[in-house]
């Protein structure tokens, strides 16, 4: 009789029990539904800013919307901190890719810079290191050694002089009257106009240049009222023209050649002047002659170019009396004038006792005679 009442409050204890354990589960519910839109809020807050650190790495999950089912269920932490994992090792191989393209595109910036210094730096060098400034003794013991690694090669030790290269020559050709006039004419009977001297000028001019071109020479062709001439610097410049066709009643026939009247007669400008001379007489069958004029000795090119550019003016021949050669021997009379120019550029300073032929070059080395014109018209 004594173990039925603890029978019955057996029940008792087990049912209150289960409705502590009913009322638990309500509250921790209740917390969870209270807690779960935080972790929605902070799983999307942690895509938003994966999604602004990869912009424009390919494509993005769209954000859930009101109407679809994300929004009402949103995925557990865990699914969107393993999809960060996913992503974060997806783009593992981009970044290593970016950063080895920058690593060469720097070494090979660094090079060039580096490779463009050093060349402006020995240019400069160069161009302002004084030669004289150089200990002659370091000179000295340099020239020794080169010396003596040629003698135990077994070759001979020679001084060889360096000439100026051509190319660092500059000449000027006039082409007389192109670009402002036809020049001289000659005519019919019936006032027609049968030659112009322009278009002599101009066929001997620019075999001239081709020739001395040929020859590695920096040549300019000119005009007669050319813009470049102003003030124009050159080591030697030739103004070609032909004479006039006017009948003197008399056979008038030869070669014309003048320098600057204000320019010294035993100066850069008369060698010039006698080294075009004596070849151009040497290869054309003409005379020279002395009828020089006001427009010869005094040519306006002479107030325009620099002071220290030589030149010279060349009549090559009267347009009456001259003129089968001046109408069929462009080559020949473009040969003699660039043979005179040549042994200007080359010879200046080494005039002979006597006119010598330098055979190795073909043109001839004058003797320095300053001629006196005798002014006829």
Not at 301 to 326: C, F
Request: net charge negative; hydrophobic share 40%; charged share 20%.
């Amino acid at each position: 009789m004594t173990d039925e009442p603890r029978d019955n409050q057996q029940p008792a204890e087990d049912n209150r029990e289960s409705a502590a354990s009913a009322i638990f589960a309500a509250i921790m519910r209740e917390a969870a539904e209270k807690a779960r839109p935080n972790d929605a809020q902070s799983v999307k807050r942690d895509l938003n800013e994966d999604e602004s650190l990869d912009e424009g790495e390919g494509p993005t999950p769209a954000e859930p919307t009101a109407d679809s089912d994300d929004a009402l269920d949103p995925p557990p932490r865990a699914a969107a901190v393993e999809y960060q994992r996913i992503r974060r090792v997806n783009r593992q191989p981009w970044h290593r890719r970016q950063t080895a393209r920058g690593t060469a595109s720097g070494f090979f910036r660094t090079t060039f810079v580096v490779l463009l210094s050093t060349g402006l730096v020995a240019t400069l060098l160069t161009f302002f290191t004084n030669p004289e400034s150089i200990n002659p003794a370091v000179v000295q013991g340099l020239e020794l050694v080169e010396a003596d690694l040629l003698a135990s090669a077994g070759a001979v030790v020679t001084a060889t002089p360096v000439a100026t290269p051509k190319w660092n020559y500059r000449i000027g050709i006039i082409s007389g009257h192109r670009g402002s006039d036809s020049g001289a004419i000659c005519t019919d009977g019936r006032g027609r106009v049968l030659l112009q001297e322009v278009d002599i000028n101009f066929s001997v001019a620019t075999r001239v240049v081709a020739n001395l071109k040929a020859e590695n020479y920096t040549v300019d062709l000119l005009d007669e009222s050319d813009p470049r001439i102003d003030n124009y610097q050159a080591d030697a410049l030739v103004s070609i023209h032909a004479n006039t066709c006017q009948d003197f009643g008399e056979l008038v026939t030869g070669y014309i050649i003048a320098k600057p009247e204000a320019r010294p007669d035993h100066g850069e400008d008369a060698f010039l002047r006698e080294c075009v001379a004596l070849n151009y007489g040497a290869l054309v069958p003409l005379q020279r002659s002395y009828n020089l004029t006001d427009n010869m000795t005094n040519y306006h090119v002479w107030r325009m170019i620099h002071p220290l550019t030589p030149g010279v003016i060349l009549e090559m021949g009267y347009m009456l009396a001259d003129q089968e050669i001046l109408t069929t021997q462009h080559d020949l009379l473009a040969h003699a004038i660039s043979n005179g120019i040549r042994c200007f550029l080359e010879a200046s300073g080494a005039a002979q006792d006597a006119p010598s032929a330098n055979r190795s070059a073909g043109y001839l080395v004058p003797v320095m005679v300053t001629p006196t014109p005798s002014r006829r018209y």
